[in-house]
């Protein structure tokens, strides 16, 4: 998504929003929803059209796990660390998704090419560990799988 009219974008939202209670967080959704993520310009020009404090902002941001702080990569991979997925080893799959990527939890890889999220029960749980790739569930996955999974996304994109 294009950010060059960001401040024309927060504008609209804005302008929506504004007399509206708890206005931030629907503010932040509907940037959310237009962009993907919540650019850091973006949260400077809603801090500005808001006349709110931009640690504010943040607050809210990083207080929900559902405010993405990047743009979200080509291919979203989702690690399951609910219960059944974490007692079969779930933790050395992200282990293993972060040495290869060299990503963390919320971050995407400098060619946009992956993100990385944590999260709790896919709802397959007799499939654990379960990583999912854009949708497309991988059960029973082993650490040595990881790279192949990786791959398998990678393969069209001048990457290993
Ligand atoms: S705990 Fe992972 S799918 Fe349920």
């Not at 080893?89 to 971050?107: D, F, M, N, P, Q």
Request: hydrophobic share 40%.
């Amino acid at each position: 998504m294009v950010v060059e009219n960001l401040a024309d974008d927060v504008k609209k939202v804005v302008e929506r929003w504004k007399d509206k209670e708890g206005n931030l967080i629907m503010v932040l959704h509907d940037i959310q929803d237009h962009y993907g993520y919540v650019p850091r310009e973006a949260a400077l020009e809603i801090s500005r059209q808001l006349d709110q404090p931009l640690a504010r902002i943040y607050e809210v941001l990083t207080f929900y796990n559902y405010f993405k702080l990047q743009p979200p990569g080509k291919f979203n991979i989702s690690v399951c660390l609910g219960t059944a997925c974490y007692l079969k080893g779930a933790a050395a799959l992200i282990e293993e998704v972060t040495r290869v990527l060299h990503i963390k939890e919320g971050e995407t890889t400098k060619d946009g090419l992956f993100h990385l999220q944590i999260v709790r029960c896919l709802g397959c749980c007799g499939l654990a560990p379960v990583i999912t790739v854009d949708g497309k569930v991988y059960s029973a996955v082993k650490r040595a799988d990881v790279m192949e999974i990786i791959a398998e996304h990678s393969k069209n994109h001048g990457q290993k």
